[in-house]
């Protein structure tokens, strides 16, 4: 059966309009008609009839359908000239089918059955005159990811020679033979090594090849085997299980390696970064903090909210998905950070989402971007339409993140995801954040099914692009089966019906059953009991298929009943796939007969460290002396810098208030369009009590030295947690790497640089913690951004590499947000300050992007200068004497200025005369030192605005510290800045309102 | 004073359960959370309460057109429950996907009592989802319990399908001679709204509308998301004296305090 359904012409079709835009804006193209027809493929019901169709599918008064015949003329009008026709592959996640067969099961439980198929597509009917070849391929390609989906384009002229959309699905997912294969370690040679490794995707390296056959040699372990009925050679099941554990993605080999570190004269020896700079950092920082509850130890890190309360909070990355696929790299981040926070603890519940997002520039010529590459622009859009169904469809506010441009994220976007999480700080009593796995407990799976999609994903993501990326790694996500399983979790917890979860990301069940079996110390897993989305998957593709929307649930068998009976009630599938034991092993089934059996502590302990060298060699810039054109001009050019830009098309997509909770929004000002420096969030519906969640990332300083890259991501997120009316003593924050491969080869050779950058920034992240006493809860590594560019006409192959990233993303308390902070002036009248100094440091700054200059020295941030500063501005909020505050940030000064005179519709007058500097600007030019002013990236500064009745106030709590008086607001709508006797800038709000506005428009 | 009892429907992808709850406490109600299928399972337990809520979310995914699968499943099992719930003088509320529920299952404005889709909610003008703050009037005269006396209010609207079409003119005459329009968007200087004030091309500018009994309301916008003064995006330059939200629960529990 095939269903079309369109919108009736007098009912216009927004999608179609804004789509038929995008085309000319994109692609100048002129579509005079554009319209939309969802179909739906059915096949293997019993008896559904036109009025279950009407009843399921149709709105009755502004859609039509058709059924079994085409509604192309009805939908598109006579005169179309194209259509196109876009599913999902088989086997693709199709979650609009999902739900097409759950409607009709509700309506009509007897006439779905097994045999029951039904998948999804949509068509576009096109009216224009006739497109040249290459603007058709063009166009239409943009509808759609070849990965994922499928097109079929028809012309006219094909219409009327009776060519029509295919009337069943496609094919189904190609069966694997349902068998388990051998190897046998022994007989290989370091060669054959390798080329097992590479040739099954396992991406590991010949040293841990040889740890797994000496294993495979250990006599008590081969006992063990014998008795298990097994014999000495690996199972594909083994080996899969031991190359998920062991990836890159799952134990940050990289992360925690042993380093020989070179700087100059100087070496030293680092081993591990995570526990040299992450964790012992925490370490001190914990003896004078008291609000840590779990950090490193589970999916997210938690903290004290408030006695009632605990918040946890976590980030994760989806950037190789999403160079792939970014509308479901994105899509399947989101969720799967969702799930890091409902596998928190006993289950948190997940109240926000914020991302960070850093592509290309993408309004780059189409030449600039190398074959096989996504354009930044298709990378942009998709990623952001992922981020936009994750969150808004499950009811999840996103509340905070950013925007970033660089070239370098051509060959591999970043897309950092993160979720926040609330707990009940007890439940009957015991700490909600801790797990309880006992031996004898069920290992429950629920969610959706496993099928064949996402196998390979945690060993993909350790590897570099290139033409032989797996697309099965690649996944749509549905938030809708992931919130129907939420729902029930949440009503499982409350009923103490489970004691333990995990979820089921990266490396699938092999990797959730695994960690929970730490906790008891065994696992026995029955693969064939797992239940699938169609027949044909080997077990090892069942054990590691990163199939979406699953958990893992340890449950004490008398509540096992409960348990099962709740998740049918809400239509949740959930089945007992095996049962934690103390054994000491891993032991997995099928059909019956043991097919593998991993020693826990060898499988979780037994891997070698990996070995690395560095070298620092630190940049050195010749200072040269810089030309700019007026300050007037620089103003409109760094506001309409997409590093700068008002971000609000992009983010009035997301929803960012749902739950009720929103204190300070993404938008600030009279007409709710101004910047904001981050969120503040209430989650406790009868306390005042809140948190801010906002984030730092400098990637422009990495090229100059990593270390201030990293010290500038920690001062960043927390004076913008500080400029919301955060409290400076009360907050956590997490630590995201994104770095291109650092170990060095012969198709790497700067490797022991970009390591070093790594010891550099894990350092400077280490001292700007120490200076803030800002413990870190949890973090991620991703340390092979970089792709490989190898086509016919490039040569030889080149290799793009992201700039060395580290996010920081932070969660701090305010105590009454009553007392929150918006970045917006105002009143005219007020007093204008500027707190901070204000440096002669211009390297990585917008400034340079804008110019071209090149300047010698980066931003440092003295982190006890700033922490004197922090705890002042706290105080002066807390006794209510500000009245907006913003951080300065990218471009500086003057983008601190112009953006709360954005915010409040105002202008203001002030003058440079008072700046705190710690420089002397050049008297001989002071055109360029007010530039240099205006424009300086110096770190922990702000913007304050101040009622004139508490201006004494507010000043005796700056004695001896960096607080300059630059002037006032003004009702007049200019930006008027002079310095000494000049007049050195002299804008209209609304000039530089439509450059800030217009950057990404 | 007595507490109204509320049905807060949840399950199937609702999200707006949490706040609506709570506003229906900070008025005087005494909500209660029930997921679908349970009520679906015992209709009878309806009878409980005197509001009955359907919040906004995305249920089903809204995969289908939004509230339609959820809409169909009210339809097939709670039809002669709800119509009992009205006749009974009682109250139901829908609030954006619960807004598009009652549309669809036809409970909304049922011009002729029969649960025929008379209206209905497409995509916004802007093809994609958008949340605002828009501010909103009571229409004059209207039938709407809730919304009867209501001052000018501001809430958000975040939604991707929220744009009022009526099936043809005869309906959108009956809904303007009923006066069953309960809410409409509003321009700042008093002209017909339009983008974005009218947040989605919405017929007339309705964001919300009520049926015959003016018991049963249905609006696109968010009073749940505007639970305290500190919701407003404005807050920080002037402090809004009530979290205006609320005043449209705070009707509807007084009605159904007196009259149930």
């Known amino acids: ?1001 | 004073m007595k507490k109204v009892r509320v049905c807060v429907i949840t399950g199937f992808g609702i999200n707006a359960d949490l706040e609506l709850a709570e506003a229906f406490r900070r008025t005087g109600g005494l909500p209660e959370r029930v997921h679908l299928s349970d009520l679906i399972e015992n209709p009878a337990a309806l009878d409980r309460f005197g509001i009955v809520a359907f919040p906004g979310g995305f249920s089903f995914g809204d995969h289908l057109g939004s509230g339609k699968v959820f809409a169909s499943l009210c339809k097939q099992h709670l039809r002669a429950r709800l119509d009992a719930f009205v006749n009974a003088g009682k109250l139901v509320i829908g609030i954006c996907n619960g807004f598009q529920m009652l549309v669809k299952m036809g409970i909304l404005p049922n011009l002729e009592g029969d649960w025929a889709q008379d209206v209905s909610l497409i995509h916004n003008d802007s093809g994609v989802f958008e949340d605002r703050w828009v501010r909103l009037d009571s229409f004059p005269g209207t039938r709407c319990v809730w919304t009867i006396g209501l001052p000018p209010i501001e809430l958000p609207v975040r939604h991707g399908e929220g744009k009022f079409v009526a099936r043809d003119a005869g309906v959108d005459n009956a809904l303007v001679d009923g006066r069953l329009i309960a809410l409409t968007y509003r321009s700042a200087n008093g002209g017909p709204a339009r983008y974005p004030e009218n947040p989605n091309g919405s017929l007339r500018g309705i964001a919300g509308i009520c049926d015959r009994t003016g018991r049963v309301f249905g609006l696109m916008p968010h009073p749940e998301a505007f639970l305290t003064p500190y919701n407003h995006p404005r807050w920080t330059r002037s402090l809004p004296e009530r979290a205006a939200g609320l005043l449209i629960f705070e009707r509807g529990i007084e009605y159904a305090r007196k009259n149930t």
């Open chain 1, 1 to 1001: 059966m095939r269903i079309e359904l369109f919108y009736r012409p007098s009912f216009p079709d927004g999608r179609a309009a804004r789509l038929a835009a995008s085309i000319w804006k994109n692609f100048g193209a002129s579509i005079e008609r554009c319209a939309l027809v969802d179909v739906y493929l059915i096949e293997g019901t019993a008896g559904i009839g036109p009025e279950d169709i009407e009843d399921v599918f149709v709105d009755r008064v502004a859609q039509d359908y058709r059924l079994d015949r085409p509604a192309a003329d009805d939908a598109g009008g006579a005169g179309w000239r194209y259509l196109v026709e876009i599913a999902y592959r088989a086997g693709v996640t199709d979650p609009v089918a999902i739900t097409a067969e759950e409607a009709l099961r509700l309506r009509r439980p007897d006439a779905v059955t097994k045999q029951t198929r039904v998948r999804s597509a949509r068509q576009y009917l096109f009216t224009c005159g006739d497109l040249a070849a290459a603007d058709r391929e063009r166009i239409f390609s943009s509808l759609y990811n070849p990965l994922v989906e499928t097109a079929l384009v028809l012309t006219r002229e094909e219409w009327n020679a009776g060519r029509r959309p295919p009337a069943a699905s496609p094919d189904a997912v190609s069966p694997s033979e349902v068998t388990v294969r051998e190897f046998d370690l022994a007989s290989l040679d370091d060669e054959a090594l390798n080329a097992f490794s590479r040739e099954k995707l396992l991406a590991l390296s010949l040293e841990e090849m040889h740890t797994v056959k000496d294993h495979f040699r250990d006599e008590a372990f081969l006992a063990a085997r014998r008795e298990a009925g097994l014999s000495g050679a690996i199972t594909d099941v083994e080996i899969e299980m031991i190359a998920q554990t062991w990836s890159e993605h799952c134990k940050h080999k990289i992360f925690n390696a042993e380093i020989d570190y070179r700087d100059g004269e100087r070496a030293e020896k680092i081993v591990s970064v995570f526990k040299t700079f992450v964790k012992k950092t925490t370490d001190l920082v914990a003896r004078r903090k008291k609000y840590l509850l779990s950090v490193f130890e589970d999916d997210s890190g938690v903290i004290r909210f408030d006695r009632r309360h605990a918040l946890c909070f976590k980030v994760e990355t989806h950037n190789s998905p999403s160079a792939l696929d970014p509308y479901g790299g994105a899509i399947t981040g989101i969720v799967g950070v969702n799930r890091d926070v409902l596998a928190t603890g006993r289950m948190a519940t997940p109240i926000f989402n914020t991302n960070v997002l850093c592509f290309a520039d993408p309004s780059a010529p189409e030449s600039d971007v190398p074959p096989g590459l996504l354009h930044p622009r298709r990378v942009m859009e998709g990623v952001h339409r992922g981020i936009i169904d994750g969150g808004n469809q499950s009811g999840i506010p996103v509340v905070a993140g950013a925007f970033l441009f660089d070239p370098d994220y051509m060959g591999k976007p970043l897309v950092f995801c993160g979720t926040g999480g609330l707990l009940p700080a007890r439940l009957r009593g015991e700490k909600s954040w801790v797990k309880i796995v006992r031996p004898g407990d069920l290992a429950v799976m629920v969610g959706g099914r496993i099928g064949k999609d996402g196998i390979h994903g945690a060993t993909f993501s350790s590897l570099a692009l290139d033409e032989t990326s797996p697309t099965s790694a690649v996944q749509i996500g549905d938030p809708i089966t992931q919130k129907k399983m939420w729902d029930f979790l949440e009503e499982a917890r409350g009923l103490v019906l489970f004691k333990g979860l995990t979820d089921n990301g990266a490396g699938g069940l092999s990797s959730s059953l695994g960690e929970l079996a730490k906790r008891s110390g065994g696992v026995e897993i029955e693969l064939d009991r797992c239940p699938l989305k169609y027949r044909g998957l080997a077990p090892w593709e069942i054990l590691v298929s990163e199939s979406q929307e699953r958990m893992s649930v340890a449950v004490n068998p008398k509540d096992i009943d409960a348990f099962l009976a709740l998740a049918k009630k809400r239509s949740v599938e959930a089945t007992a796939v095996g049962t934690f034991t103390d054994s000491g092993f891993i032991r997995i089934r099928h059909g019956g007969t043991t097919v593998g059996l991993l020693d826990m502590e060898f499988l979780h302990d037994g891997l070698p460290v990996m070995k690395l060298k560095a070298e620092w060699k630190p940049m050195r810039r010749r200072a040269e002396s810089h030309r700019y054109e007026s300050n007037d001009a620089l103003l409109l050019k760094v506001l309409a810098n997409p590093n700068v830009c008002s971000r609000e098309n992009l983010v009035r997509q997301y929803d960012h208030e749902v739950r009720g909770c929103s204190i300070v929004k993404p938008f600030a000002g009279v007409n709710a369009d101004g910047h904001a420096d981050g969120a503040v969030y209430k989650p406790v519906f009868d306390s005042w009590r809140g948190f801010t969640v906002t984030h730092g990332i400098a990637p422009r300083l990495s090229p100059f030295d990593a270390y201030d890259m990293a010290a500038h991501a920690v001062d960043e997120a927390f004076r913008a947690h500080v400029a919301l009316g955060g409290d400076p003593e009360y907050a956590a924050a997490l630590d995201n790497f994104c770095w291109p491969d650092p170990i060095a080869a012969p198709a790497n050779p700067d490797g022991e640089y970009k390591l070093a950058q790594l010891v550099r920034a894990g350092r400077g992240l280490q001292d700007a913690c120490l200076a803030y006493g800002l413990p870190l809860i949890s973090g991620k590594d991703s340390m092979k951004n970089d792709a490989f560019v190898a086509a016919a006409n490039v040569k030889p192959a080149r290799k793009i590499s992201i700039k060395p990233t580290l996010l920081v993303s932070l969660v701090g308390i305010v105590g009454d947000v009553r007392r929150a902070q918006t970045t917006d002036f105002k009143a005219s009248g007020d007093l204008v300050f500027v707190l901070g100094e204000t440096g002669d440091e211009l390297g990585g700054s917008i400034l340079e992007l804008e110019t071209g200059n090149a300047y010698p020295d980066c931003p440092k941030v003295n982190f006890e200068k700033a922490m004197k500063l922090y705890r002042a501005l706290a105080r002066a909020v807390r006794k209510g004497l500000v009245r907006s505050c913003h951080d300065c940030a990218e471009g500086g000064l003057a983008v601190a200025l112009a953006e709360s005179a954005i915010g409040g519709r105002l202008g203001f007058s002030i003058s440079l005369d008072d700046v705190p500097y710690a420089w002397k600007p050049d008297s001989r030019d002071p055109s360029a030192s007010a530039t240099e002013l205006l424009f300086s990236e110096s770190p922990s500064r702000f913007v304050v605005t101040v009622s004139p009745a508490n201006a004494r106030r507010f000043q005796s709590l700056f004695k001896n510290l960096p607080a300059g008086f630059l002037g006032i607001v003004t009702e007049e709508q200019r930006l008027n800045v002079r310095f000494g006797n000049d007049q050195v800038l002299s804008v209209g709000l609304n000039e530089a309102l439509d450059a800030w506005k217009g950057g990404l428009a």
